[in-house]
């Protein structure tokens, strides 16, 4: 009898009519305001940043396709300069086409740039928080609302990708604008809000194809409420069909004209391959592979809060009796599909389930308004004033500690071009290649010139976009024969020694650090940048994660090239001004015979590193580690050589975190992550008693990192006792 007493208690608050003060509504446009601002920041930060690799690039993308649909006057995307009008195969017909109009208006309006190419994505994350907030209000109460606000931009994923100007950020804007006209309509029946529904949800349907599964789950929800409603309002059903309709219309003008284009089945043939894995592998081995992505991307307070709030929401509104708040439920449904059908889309894509934020925040908005209609039971003075305080109080704490793991998820996110540990593999940001590029065009190509890459340069559309809209081709190793374009880049970190050989004899080669300008003629210069931390300003806007960099010729950079390779060229006599000149001086001074000169040289350069003596069974040392912290750590690791090393051999460089950051909720990433490219001077090439430096980008994660190193390949020197890979520093 008490526990019946106790249930009957509790459904009564519940069913309860919600009692909405001034005060709950001013605190509710505050936490407002304060989760735009929040995500405001978030998206804002590097917003006029150079376009990066990793995922971000896709932005890179957005920029050419805008500039080719205003050239050519077409209405297709087409994701890479051409020098005439492309026709229908070249169109890129695996979404549909609204997010590249809405770019292409930007571009219009305000030009191509790296900002513009990312402000879209700006203004939807911050024009989604009133909108969520709006929904919340309408199915809750004002603080439920804003909690939904508030839990919408806590999570990882959200600040991570905020400025991301992809698919998930606009879809789930008019999503959420569809929703808002749905939620009102079903409460109010006037036809305005029916009108909102179908922009929303036409817009969101025009982004990405999920939209279609969130019409069809409204749809099927407003059929389902017939049994709770044997005579349904003839508005109702008119509102399904015309949603329905406007599904039909949307899905079918697409698919006719990608059938036109003959690029129906390059859409098809895409979601197979974005399905990968069979439908029949269970959905527990699927998931332990994206545990940690999913964990750092929201947390595991806030995934527990994600799967209380489904319960919360379905018993809401069987108590509540109110099919509008089922509208959560959709947005759940939509997100699964994305997530569970196309799995190989979610194994490669850290950012697949970003649209599971808009679900999130409407757990909360639930979660908020249960324990509110609860305590009223035992806040029996100013109940109305409190209840609802308090209960917010008590959410935004957890928000609190969600919050905390996504500040560092978003430093990295940067870092690394949202790509984040990359399950292990090296990741470049490709900074300091995408500013060699563009400072190469703006002073040595015309406006037409026609640009080759070399598969050494991992070229995407973020380098492409740096080359100004020029035209570029791929092109294969030359020897002698004409390069068949204006000038053809390499980065010589990943090409084979003897094929450097021939570039350097064959070709005029400007070398910015490792990468090479080749273009016909003769000569050789090498450039080495100068890299220098950003102000405060700088950081904000235009560096958030990578050095203030210049390109400076380096007589030193160009001995040191020419000689390993085989080519004569003099000594500089230029004194050195940088820690690699002295390292570079020291080894004249060694093949000079200056004994003196060299360990002079050798003093002032271990001056600045800290001390290491690994000795290697083969006499090879690693004698010093240099890391340095700032925009963007790095390490930078000195060995001296005992001879050149066997053909194939190279450093190996990794890391694996040893202890999560203080006060995090999410756990150490268990991946062991390969950090450090290929040397520009391969081992193959080193001389006896020379020093080489190896400088990597830690792109360090969240926790205490332990960096570990090891000589790789057929012969490579191993330590005379331990384990291959020693350790070599932690950070920080």
Partial sequence: MMESGTIRRVLDLLQAPDVVTPTERRVSRAVVLFAMALIALAASWGVAAPILSGHEASMASMGIIADNMLKWGIAAPVWLPTDAPPDPSSYYCHHPFGIFWTTTLFVALFGNSDAICRLPAVIASIATVPVVFAIGRELYRPIAGASAALAFVCLPISLSFANFNALEVPLMLWCSVGLFGWVRFRKRRARGDLVLCLFGMSMAMNTDWPAFVLALALILIELGALRWRPLPSLRALAASAWLALS??????????????????????????????????????????GRAYWVDLMFTPLGIAIGKVGLGLIMALALVRRRVDQMAAVAVLAMCLAQYLL????????????????????????????TLAAASRGWLSRRSDILAPLVSFALVAAALGAVVRDAIPTLVWARRTGGRFNEKGAFIESDGDKTFALRQFAKAELAPHARVGMHASMRHNWSTVMSLGGRVVESVDMKRGEPLGCDVAFFDLRFVEPLDVTDLLSAYDVVLMGPYAAVREGEGFEAFSFEESEPTLLERATRYPSEPVRALEPDPFATWEVAFHYGFDAPPPDDDPTTLEHVRIAHNIARLRGDSGGAEAFRAELMSAFDARDIELKDGTRVVGVRVSAGVSPSATILVEAAHGLPSGVGIRVQSRVLDRAALALTPPDPTTRVVGAPLLIPPRAWRRGLLYSLRVRLLPRPGRERFDMAFTGFGAPRPPSGPAPFELFRYP
């Fill in 247 to 288: 599904a039909v219309v949307i899905g079918g003008s697409y698919l006719a004209l990608f059938h036109h284009w003959q690029k129906l089945g390059d859409l098809l043939a895409s979601a197979d391959a974005r399905a990968g894995m069979p439908i029949n592998v269970g959905l527990s081995r699927v998931l332990d």
């Fill in 342 to 369: 196309f799995r190989q889309g979610a194994e490669v894509h850290v950012f697949w389930p970003h649209t599971f934020a808009l679900f999130f925040a409407f757990s909360v908005a639930a979660l908020v308004t």
